[in-house]
Nanobody, 116 residues
Framework: QVQLVESGGGLVQAGGSLRLSCSAS????????MSWYRQAPGKQRELVAH??????ISYADFVKGRFTASREKFENFDLQMNSLKPEDSGVYFC???????????WGQGTQVTVSS
C-alpha cells in the first residue's frame, strides 16, 4: 500500500501564495500517477493537477497560469499556488493511483483558506 501525507495549507489573503507538498511512502514503486484534488464545502471533489509516471503534468483550466505542480523526487508531488482567490478555498487532497488496477490512495487533506 501507499501512504500519502500532505502539508503546507493555511490561511492567506487573496492574491497571496501557498505551497503544498505531498509525500508518498510504502510501495511507491506501484504508483502510476499522482494528483492534487480539492473539495470546497458542499461541493464535489475536483481535480486540480495531475502527474503521470513519465512526469507529464496537466492542470484544471481554473488553475492554469496560477498553480504550478512539480516533482523533485518520484515520491513527492508539490503544488505552488499563486494569485490565490477566495474560490480556491477548500481541503486539498493528494491522490495516487497504484497498480495493479489503478487503486486509489488518499492523503488526509490539508485546509487552504483564502480570505477576500
Amino acid at each position: 500500500q501507499v501512504q500519502l501525507v500532505e502539508s503546507g495549507g493555511g490561511l492567506v489573503q487573496a492574491g497571496g501564495s501557498l505551497r503544498l507538498s505531498c509525500s508518498a511512502s510504502g510501495m511507491i514503486f506501484r504508483i502510476n500517477s499522482m494528483s492534487w484534488y480539492r473539495q470546497a464545502p458542499g461541493k464535489q471533489r475536483e481535480l486540480v493537477a495531475h502527474i503521470t509516471n513519465t512526469g507529464t503534468i496537466s492542470y484544471a483550466d481554473f488553475v492554469k497560469g496560477r498553480f504550478t505542480a512539480s516533482r523533485e523526487k518520484f515520491e513527492n508531488f508539490d503544488l505552488q499556488m499563486n494569485s490565490l482567490k477566495p474560490e480556491d478555498s477548500g481541503v486539498y487532497f493528494c491522490n495516487a493511483l497504484t497498480r495493479p488496477g489503478n487503486v486509489d490512495s488518499w492523503g488526509q487533506g490539508t485546509q487552504v483558506t483564502v480570505s477576500s
